[in-house]
């Protein structure tokens, strides 16, 4: 008798440059195109790993979207999110330490009638790019602990400022969520990402 693959699915939504395919590529060992000058992710793009990580399914899919806001207009688009959301048990939004998120807050209302239309999804937040010196502190500023591969306690207090901010921002808007801090040219969260994701 052939067995049948169930597949635990998963949207990864952000702003282009947030580092969506980054962070499949780190968690899965996929292999998604990744430039962080270009985008590369202009059509729906989905990769499925076999996988024993998620109780009564035996696969995970990535949905892999287009960057919001890297098309003029995004109704074309759209098409991607709403199939991406009304498929997926999980859905991850990937933001940075930045302060837009006007553009992902429009997107998840324009989406809401699609994520409800699935019995009761998972919402994660992933803090990426938290190495990054842009638009936070001065250039002197020292961010990352190299031997510790861990943030330095100046940034873990800029971390948990903005995770303040992303409560207040998506609180009861939304779904119920939990923030991860991650880095993934540095892997450092990875685990703990993929762990609430698929738990």
Known sequence: MKQIIKSYNVSFLGRTGNGKSSLINAMFGSTLSTDPLVPC???????????????????????????????????????????????????????????????AQRLLVSLKQF??????????????????????????????????NEPTKMRLEQIKERMNEINKKYGDKFLPFEIVPVCAKRNYGITELKSKILK
């Open 115 to 148: 994520i409800n239309a699935r019995k009761h999804p998972k919402f994660v937040i992933a803090l990426n790019h938290i190495d990054s010196k842009v638009t936070i502190g001065s250039a002197e500023d020292i961010v990352w602990d190299d031997e510790k």
């Open 41 to 103: 992710t202009k059509i729906l793009s989905t990769t499925t790993m076999l996988s024993k990580d998620v109780a009564r399914h035996n696969a995970v899919t990535a949905f892999d979207t287009p960057g919001i806001g890297e098309f003029s207009s995004a109704v074309p688009y759209q098409l991607y999110y709403e199939h991406a959301v009304s498929q997926s048990n999980c859905i991850v939004l990937v933001t940075t330490l930045d302060r837009t998120d006007a553009p």
